[in-house]
């Protein structure tokens, strides 16, 4: 559980969430919930934000514009209006300077919710509950994206099983959501069509010829 609330949090909060592979939404099992959402927003609440030109020690930055700062909170404050609970954050930090959104942890958000549906590109984690591992891959796959997804278990079955069903370009088991070089970085369905990276990568930008040629094979 300490590695998954580890690499989550760094997922969620690189680059103050606006990166393409950053978690969007946890799910976890409903036995484990409290304690895992405990430890994420200890995690979260001990972050510095600040301006890091100004502060090399700032955790989290500012988002990239005023537009996004406002559409952060307006997706936060609907989910607070379907019923999600604010366990940490849930509102812009008054530094009195920039596009600054407090790290945020949300509970009781529904699986069908904005927030949960769309791209946040911010420090905001929404998390939902699941009894089964079928029910967490359901939900994992109701997305019109497909870049990427993780798995924390330390059954390797689990894992694998989890691997063969997500419906994702990439999948990361027991560690944070930032691929290597090479690998190959490539999404399905809305979240891309080819890819970087590794031999795969360098095949996409590569033109293919096809030579179908018939022999006479009669011999004179």
Do not use: W
Not at 14 to 38: K, L, M, S, W
Not at 130 to 139: G, N, P, Q, S, V
Not at 177 to 183: C, D, M, W
Not at 186 to 196: E, Q, V, W, Y
């Amino acid at each position: 559980m300490d590695l998954a609330v580890e690499n989550i949090v760094t997922s969620r909060l690189a680059n103050n969430g606006q990166a393409c592979t950053n978690a969007e939404r946890v799910y976890v099992h409903e036995d484990i919930a409290d304690t895992f959402v405990d430890k994420l927003k200890e995690s979260f609440e001990s972050k510095t934000i600040d301006n890091p030109r100004e502060n090399r020690n700032a955790d989290v930055g500012p988002l990239i514009s005023h537009d996004r700062l406002k559409t952060v909170e307006d997706m936060v404050n609907k989910a607070k209006e379907n019923g999600a609970k604010v366990v940490a954050g849930g509102e812009p930090a008054d530094l009195e300077k920039g596009y600054f959104y407090k790290p945020t942890v949300l509970t009781n958000v529904d699986h069908d919710s904005t927030i949960m549906q769309e791209e946040i590109f911010g420090p905001v984690i929404p998390i939902a509950t699941f009894k089964t591992l079928d029910e967490a891959i359901d939900k994992g796959n109701d997305t019109v994206y497909g870049l990427s997804s993780s798995v924390y278990t330390d059954d390797m079955n689990e894992a694998m099983r989890v691997v063969n069903e997500l419906k994702f370009g990439e999948t990361y088991v027991n560690r944070e959501n930032f691929e290597a070089v090479q690998g190959y970085h490539a999404g399905i369905r809305k979240s891309g069509l080819g890819g970087t990276d590794g031999k795969h990568g360098l095949e996409d930008f590569l033109v293919t010829q096809v030579v179908y040629m018939q022999y006479n094979n009669n011999k004179q």
